[in-house]
């Protein structure tokens, strides 16, 4: 079944197949999603992320988000992660030290389901992938707090997204930590 998907996807990235009523940006978001589900196993290269590289201006933040996930999956993609990440800060508010991310996306969006709750969460699972490529950092634990605060905090989207982030950053946090046994 996953190879099947991954087909699908490869050639959806090869043909371009999604209808004419789709704009740019969202044709590019989709590619980026496409490529965020293949690079964890192996099926994406440098020259396929360069090719999309092209197209992140246009991509709405829920797509760099996921572009940022799969550069996170490939080698030799340090620049092209860091310029990713100013285009998304770009779109970031800060107060008190908390980072908000929003955008205006068009209503055609409504078709890709987009929500700004899912942007700043596939937000925060980036930033957390890229800090555990790069560095260390605190923002990705702010931006998690303010995703969940700025929606209906009774709804089981809310508490299924926050309790994913909460667990993602306890694991980063884990997986850093050095054991220190005694003899």
Not at 49 to 65: D, N, P, Y
Not at 71 to 88: F, G, I, N, R, S
């Amino acid at each position: 079944m996953e190879a099947r998907l991954h087909d699908y996807l490869l050639a959806y990235l090869r043909h371009d197949s999604t209808p004419d009523f789709y704009s740019r940006s969202m044709r590019a978001t989709l590619h980026a999603m496409a490529l965020a589900a293949l690079a964890p196993h192996g099926k994406v290269n440098l020259a396929d992320m360069q090719r999309a590289h092209a197209h992140v201006k246009e991509m709405s933040l829920f797509g760099k988000a996921h572009y940022l996930l799969a550069l996170t999956q490939v080698a030799d993609t340090a620049d092209m992660q860091a310029e990713v990440v100013d285009m998304m800060r770009a779109h970031a508010n800060e107060t008190s030290g908390k980072f908000v991310f929003s955008e205006e996306v068009d209503v055609a969006y409504q078709r890709l389901l987009y929500s700004s709750l899912r942007t700043n969460c596939a937000i925060l699972s980036a930033l957390v992938a890229y800090d555990t490529t790069q560095h260390g950092g605190t923002t990705t634990q702010r931006c998690a707090v303010e995703a969940g605060a700025q929606h209906r905090p009774d709804t089981p989207e809310s508490d299924a997204l926050a309790q994913h982030a909460g667990k993602h950053l306890l694991y980063e946090r884990l997986d850093r930590l050095q054991p220190r046994l005694r003899a």
